[in-house]
């Protein structure tokens, strides 16, 4: 099945969106957090756009939401259309292949950077005053324990001391087995919409709501029902949506919302209200997407397609390289300069830097992965 060119845009996006969120954590913590002891703009400043719509151009939690309703579709999307459960099986087969290899280079790199001393975020943290940044590479590197977390660890124990990025991966895993399952038990059910709806409540406060409704576009889609056609005739509600999708996605994940403009959202009965509203911000934004030729053209444009294509590379090693690179070049150039022009030339360099590594490990080792999940699923497992 080839590639849905304009969702590999959308991904390529919260790809560099979710940088840019770390990038601000690590030297301008008080636009995600809030607290003014922390700024390092004019007073006030970032208190402010920390609770405000804008905080929508680095949500990196949100991002992450977009990545788990995509995956959702995207691995229920050929089953959708061919009914076929040889699809199922075929891709729960190559799962873990596809993603262990490039997790595993990527644990390799950090364990190789730690060996040398090459991390300097604690150093860095001390004058941008995030604790967050300081708080990464402070145990001895273990070759062992790095073996583990790249084969076991990362997907079925949530740990991630290597790579903290890594968090998503046992979501990503589990969420994928999620619409494995789920499609093998409901997928050709005439009244799977309520299989839906049950699961949907089960994971209601979890990552896993994503992968629901992820699979949920992809069946719509599919059958082109009475929803698609009602966006087809009203542009009015595509953009209602639209912007209710963007609202939702830009709910602060890391401050306090009282005296912001999101106060009136609070929930008791939530104990995890970032990731209710950014899923279902993620599942606003991706209906209208899928349903709007000109948000297609857009995300199909040659820049989104290239961030698309080296997404997953770019995810797994951009915060290292904050951790090393970004750092050491920051360091180096604060005394020389104010404080926000060395963290323009930081970012602008090691941006750079994510993209061609992002390349290199793209090419010579995502595609790779995939191409050898498909070889060992042909060899060991695929009739004749």
Not at 9 to 18: P, S
Request: proline share 2%.
């Amino acid at each position: 099945m080839s590639k849905i060119r304009y969702l590999d845009g959308l991904r390529g996006l919260a790809a560099f969106e979710v940088i840019f969120h770390h990038f601000i954590l690590a030297f301008y913590p008080a636009l995600f957090s809030g607290p003014e002891i922390l700024t390092h703009m004019k007073a006030g400043d970032e208190v402010y756009l920390s609770g405000s719509p804008l905080n929508l151009l680095y949500n990196g939690n949100f991002a992450v939401c977009i990545f788990f309703v995509l995956s959702g579709y995207v691995l229920s999307h050929k089953f959708f259309l061919h009914k076929d459960h040889e699809i199922i099986t075929a891709s729960a087969i190559k799962r873990y292949v596809r993603l262990a290899i490039p997790v595993a280079v990527s644990i390799f790199c950090v364990f190789i950077l730690m060996k040398f001393s090459l991390f300097y975020n604690q150093q860095a943290a001390e004058i941008s005053g995030s604790g967050w940044l300081g708080g990464f590479w402070t145990f001895k590197p273990d070759f062992m324990d790095a073996l583990k977390q790249m084969f076991f660890g990362t997907f079925f124990s949530n740990i991630f001391d290597y790579n903290a990025t890594l968090w998503t991966i046992a979501f990503e895993f589990m969420g994928s087995f999620l619409v494995f399952g789920f499609l093998a038990l409901f997928g050709k059910m005439k009244n799977r919409h309520l299989a839906y709806f049950f699961f949907a409540v089960v994971f209601f406060q979890t990552y896993y709501l994503a992968f629901i409704l992820g699979m949920l576009l992809s069946d719509i889609m599919a059958h082109k029902n009475t929803i698609i056609r009602k966006f087809d005739k009203s542009k009015l509600l595509s953009l209602g949506l639209l912007i209710l999708g963007l609202f939702l996605g830009s709910y602060p994940s890391g401050r306090d919302i009282t005296g912001t403009m999101y106060a009136f959202m609070y929930n008791p009965l939530l104990s995890e209200p970032e990731i209710v509203y950014h899923v279902l911000g993620a599942f606003c934004v991706i209906l209208v997407l899928l349903d709007s030729k000109k948000l297609q053209k857009f995300f199909s444009y040659k820049y989104f397609l290239f961030l698309g294509e080296i997404s997953f590379a770019m995810y797994l090693l951009h915060f290292l390289i904050l951790g090393s690179f970004s750092s050491f070049v920051f360091l180096k150039l604060v005394p020389l300069m104010s404080y926000a022009e060395a963290f323009a030339i930081s970012f602008i360099l090691s941006v750079a830097l994510t993209f061609a590594l992002s390349y290199l490990m793209s090419k010579y080792v995502d595609k790779k992965a995939v191409r050898f999940s498909h070889k060992l699923y042909e060899r060991l497992f695929q009739r004749n």
